[in-house]
């Protein structure tokens, strides 16, 4: 049972340079979500995505787009990719409202 | 606005003292409280929840949470920390309707020998 699973686990991109982040989950889950982790702030949602063809902005989506691509994935798209997107990035799923979620261990972006 | 404050973003404690991290929410009374443990280069896990079942909360690896509706307060403690316990340790609180959750900016433990 891998749980959430994400990649790449790092990479760096170059300011302006896109890419996507993957997630797929197992655990048959209706909710998952995107979190940014900065040093200091906790993790702050990016999107989320309620249940399968629906997606919806946190507290900072600039930037960034998502898609739902199936019950099972979620991915997070950098279109262009500034210095103030390095981060880590976690992507989590939930049964759903009010449980608890389950993370992915982590994408460490670095954009130079 | 629902909200958590963790007071300390650093403790220290010694091997088989006694571990407490502090956790303060927003005046509205939430009716669901977590705590998550992050281990170096990992994911969070989750450690403990509160439901309104009861205001004593057991968790994994010996933690325990106190809901204190007087005092706003989710503290997590520990009686007797491990080395094991070095982590980083998140309050977390979901938001009206539930989809949205809000962490507090975490606390890291310190396990000194």
């Known amino acids: 049972n891998a749980g959430v699973t994400q990649t790449p686990k790092f990479q760096v991109l170059k300011t302006g340079q896109s890419m996507t982040l993957q997630c797929a989950q197992d655990m048959n889950h209706n909710s998952m979500y995107w979190y940014r982790q900065d040093p200091g702030m906790g993790l702050r949602l990016i999107y989320y995505s309620a249940s399968e063809g629906t997606t919806d902005k946190g507290e900072v989506p600039n930037g960034y787009n998502v898609s739902r691509l199936n019950k099972r994935e979620f991915s997070l798209r950098l279109e262009s990719a500034a210095p103030s997107q390095t981060s880590v990035y976690f992507c989590?799923?939930?049964?759903?409202?009010?449980?608890?979620?389950?993370f992915g261990q982590g994408t460490r972006l670095t954009v130079v | 606005a629902q909200s958590v404050t963790q007071l300390g973003s650093h403790v220290s404690v010694s091997e088989g003292a006694l571990v407490l991290l502090r956790c303060n929410y927003s005046s509205s009374v939430p009716p669901y409280l977590f705590w998550y443990v992050q281990y170096p280069n990992q994911g969070l896990q989750l450690l403990l929840k509160?439901?309104?079942?009861?205001?004593l909360v057991k968790g994994i690896n010996g933690f325990e949470a106190e809901f204190k509706k007087s005092e706003t307060s989710f503290h997590l403690t520990k009686p007797s920390a491990h080395m094991s316990d070095a982590a980083e340790y998140f309050c977390a609180v979901p938001l009206t309707g539930g989809f949205k959750t809000i962490f507090g900016a975490g606390t890291r433990l310190f396990v000194k020998a």
């Open positions: 509160y439901t309104s079942a009861a205001t």
């Open positions: 989590a799923s939930s049964p759903g409202v009010n449980t608890e979620a389950f």
